[in-house]
Each structure stands twice: as C-alpha cells, then as structure tokens.
C-alpha cells in the first residue's frame, strides 16, 4: 500500500493546460461536493483513509479540485464500492482467490469499465472473459476507442464507436411483396 500512496501523492492536481498537471478539476462545483461527500463517506463506512482526503487542495481554493484519494480495508457492501463516483478516487479490496476477485468485480449494479494486471496475458484475458464489464483492459488503460464503447448492466445498454456504433444513426426499413 505504501506505493500506491506514494504514486497518487505525486500526481499533480492543477491546471489542466499545464503538461505536468495529472488531475484537473470537476466539471462542476457540485460534482466537486458530491465527490468531496464520497469521501467523507467512505471514513464513516469504516474504510481506512489511505492518503489525501475531502480538503480542497491548498492553493485551488479557486476551481473544482479533489484531491486523489485511496481507501484501503473497503467492504464491497459500502457505498464506496458500489455507487459510480466519478471523481480521483480509488477503493482497494482485498480478495482471496481468482474466484472471489472475479465475484467481487461482478458484484455491483454496474459494469463500464474495469481492468486485470498480470505478467500472464493470456491468464488475464481468461479472468477479463469472466469479468462482467462492457470495456475490459489488460495491464493497462484504454488507448483508443475503434471498437464498440458501452456497458452492462446499470451502466447502459448499446455501443458508441466503432461499426457497431454507426447503427445508432442507421435507419432500417423492411418490404414486403
């Protein structure tokens, strides 16, 4: 845990024209709060408050910033876990087996995006078939979107993008004799 505190306290927070800037503000003074509110959150679930928290960063008083924040020892029954919060905020569950990592990733009302790190690719992609998520990523984050963008369950249904995507603006008109 102590790198990935590491890691998050070094990303920049500021400006978003700035080349070294990782994380740029909220849409919206009230997506900051509700972000902000999460936080706040997930200290009253019983998560362990692993770095930053729901200050505003100091000197971005101006601006809908929010600090990345990460929570250890998360519950998949909290909120934390199971709502879409949209903003830099990381919730780390523990697991036991493959089996419980995949139930544990399966386990929400959602399923936009995820993703599965492993020196074994081929492994990964085995894991990534069982993981109910409509965007999976291998060792990685997604570099571009030619294929179909969407998700399952209670994060939609359809596809943008792609040739799949094109049927959205496709008007189908049958004939019969």
Known sequence: MTGLRELVESLKVGDPSAPDTFIGPMVRPDQQERVRDYIRLGVEEGARLVTCGPQVPEGLEKGNYVMPTVFADVDNSMRIAQEEIFGPVLVVIAYDDEDNAVRIANDSEYGLAGGIWSSDEEHALAVARRVRTGTLTVNGVPTGYDGP???????GI????GTVGLGTY???KSITI
């Not at 963008?149 to 209670?154: A, E, I």
């Open 149 to 155: 963008f969407g998700g399952f369950k209670n994060s």
């Open 170 to 172: 496709t008007e189908y």
């Open 158 to 161: 359809g596809r943008e993008f």
